[in-house]
Structure formats: structure tokens, C-alpha cells
């Protein structure tokens, strides 16, 4: 048994041990409840919550994938990951009653490579200044 008063994160027991070191000689723990492996000294920025809350505003800023791990000092995959969680959390639009005056609009970019370009057609509500609609895909849609 590990005496140093650790706790661990995902059940809060105290019935840790020592299991091994990283390959950055950290001391690693194990819970005997849930058997979750985890360090006490996380030297990476992306583990901390408070930089994980920049990751969206900076993207609504104007600030690209690269942008923003750059700045922070994190990976693109973990902006990435944050920015996927957050969409997931976001409800498709509704709108409210009937529409009278919508405006249509589209705009196209590439993924990846010329080869695969890409649309997104988007409606917009001219009062309520929303979007009330879009899709996404292939040109040839």
C-alpha cells in the first residue's frame, strides 16, 4: 500500500498502489477499486481544465487548429478532441414559428486536398439575423 495520502481521481480511494514508472520517471499509481492507472505530477497543458476553456473561444476568435495549439502549447489532437465535445454538446437550431423572409448562402473549401472539395449551403432568418439551417458535403450533391 502507497502511504502517501493519494487519492484516486476517478473514484477518490485511498486504496492506491505504486505501479511502476513512466518512461519520464514519474511515479504511475493503480486503485485497487476501480483499476484506474494514473501520475499525480502532470507535466502536459492540455490535462489542466482552465487551458482546455480557451480551446473554444480562441476557435470562435478566428484562431485555427494550429493556432490555438500553438499558443496554448498543446497538441492539435487534444483541440481537436475539446472542440469535437463541445459540438457535441450544441442542439441543432430551431426555429421559432414560421420564417418569412430567409436568405440562402453557401461557401466551399477543401479537405485535405484539391481533390476533395467541399460545400455547406446555410439558411438564414433576416430578422432574427440566424441560422436557421444548413448541410454540408460534396459539390455534386
Known amino acids: 500500500m ?3 495520502g493519494i487519492t484516486c481521481p476517478n473514484c477518490s480511494s485511498r486504496e492506491i498502489k505504486k505501479n511502476g514508472r513512466t518512461a519520464n520517471c514519474k511515479q504511475r499509481y493503480r486503485c485497487h477499486n476501480c483499476g484506474r492507472q494514473f501520475i499525480t505530477d502532470y507535466t502536459y497543458l492540455g490535462h489542466l481544465t482552465a487551458i ?5 473561444p480562441m476557435t470562435l476568435n478566428g484562431s485555427g487548429i494550429r493556432d490555438v495549439s500553438r ?10 478532441k475539446t472542440l469535437r465535445a463541445e459540438a457535441a454538446r450544441v442542439s441543432e437550431p430551431q426555429p421559432q ?3 418569412h423572409d430567409l ?8 479537405v485535405g486536398s484539391k481533390r476533395r472539395p467541399r460545400w455547406t449551403w446555410y439558411g438564414i432568418d433576416r430578422h432574427s439575423k440566424k441560422i436557421v439551417a444548413f448541410v454540408g458535403g ?3 450533391r
Not at 482546455?52 to 473554444?56: F, G
Not at 499558443?71 to 481537436?80: A, G, H, M, R
Not at 440562402?104 to 477543401?110: I, Q
Open 2 to 4: 502507497c502511504y502517501e
Open 52 to 56: 482546455r476553456e480557451l480551446i473554444v
Open 71 to 80: 499558443v496554448l502549447l498543446i497538441s492539435p489532437t487534444t483541440v481537436l
Open 97 to 99: 414559428g414560421r420564417i
Open 103 to 110: 436568405e440562402l448562402d453557401e461557401f466551399w473549401s477543401f
Open 138 to 140: 460534396p459539390p455534386d
